[in-house]
C-alpha cells in the first residue's frame, strides 16, 4: 500500500472501533447518566454563570431533557471510554456491577403532546411579537429548539477529555440513522451563539431554520 492507502485503512479502523464504542440506551436508563451531559450543554460558556448540577435536576426546563427517561419517542445514544461486553450497561452501573464509563451521550426527546397543543392555542392567540420563540419555561415548556409537534430535539455533549476524537460526529450520525429509522421526518437543536458545537452540526446537515432568543434554532431534514 502506498500512503494515501495507508492513512485511509488507518481513518477506517479509527471510525469502525470509535463505531464499536457506541450503543443506544434503553428506556430505564436512570436520570443520573444524563446530568453529566446535561451540565455540559447548559454550562458550555465560561461567560455566562454556572448553573449548579442541584438547580438543573430543579428546573423545568433542565427536566424537560431527562425526566421520566423512556416516554414514547425517546432515543439515547452513548458512547463509552471502550467497546462495552455482552449486556454491560449504565443500568448494571446502576446496580453496582462494572461498565465502561460514559464519555459522550446524544439524545432525542419530544415535547408532551398538551404542551404542544397549549403552545399552538398560544401561537393563535397572539398577533405580534412571539413567532419563533419558545413557551415561558414552566410545566409546559417544549425546548429551546422546538419546531413541531412531530421533530424531536437533539441534545449532545462530549466530556472535555474525550472531545476532537470523532466522538460528536459518530453520535450525531447513529442517533439521527435511529431518529430516521423510528419514522421522525427531521431533528432540530438550539445553539446559542458563540458555541463552537454548531460548525459540527452544519457539517453534518444541520440548517439555521429560526432563532429562539439568543440562539438558532437548527434542522436536519431525515427523509
Known sequence: ???????????????????????????????????????????????KPRIEVDELRER??????????????????????KAPNGRESSEDSAAGESAPEIVG?????LAAFDAVIEKSNEATSTTAG????????GS??????????????????????????????????????????SGFPAVSLSAEDGNGAARLYHDHGFVTVGRNGDADILVRQLK
Not at 481513518?11 to 430505564?28: D, N, T
Open 1 to 47: 500500500m502506498n500512503e494515501r492507502q495507508n492513512q485511509e485503512s488507518a481513518e477506517v479502523g479509527r471510525r469502525s472501533a470509535l463505531k464499536s464504542r457506541i450503543r443506544p440506551l434503553s428506556a430505564q436508563t436512570p436520570d443520573e447518566v444524563f446530568l453529566p451531559f446535561l451540565d455540559l450543554c447548559f454550562n458550555w460558556s465560561m461567560d
Open 60 to 81: 423545568d426546563d433542565a427536566a424537560f431533557y431527562f425526566k421520566d427517561w423512556g416516554r414514547d419517542g425517546d432515543i439515547a445514544v452513548a458512547a463509552y471510554a
Open 105 to 109: 451521550l446524544a439524545w432525542l426527546r
Open 130 to 137: 412571539t413567532t419563533g420563540t419558545t413557551a415561558e419555561v
Open 140 to 181: 409546559r415548556f417544549t425546548g429551546y429548539g422546538w419546531v413541531a409537534a412531530d421533530i424531536p430535539e437533539l441534545s449532545m455533549a462530549v466530556l472535555p477529555e474525550h472531545q476532537s476524537q470523532g466522538i460528536g460526529g459518530m453520535l450525531l450520525e447513529v442517533v439521527c440513522t435511529l431518529a430516521k429509522m
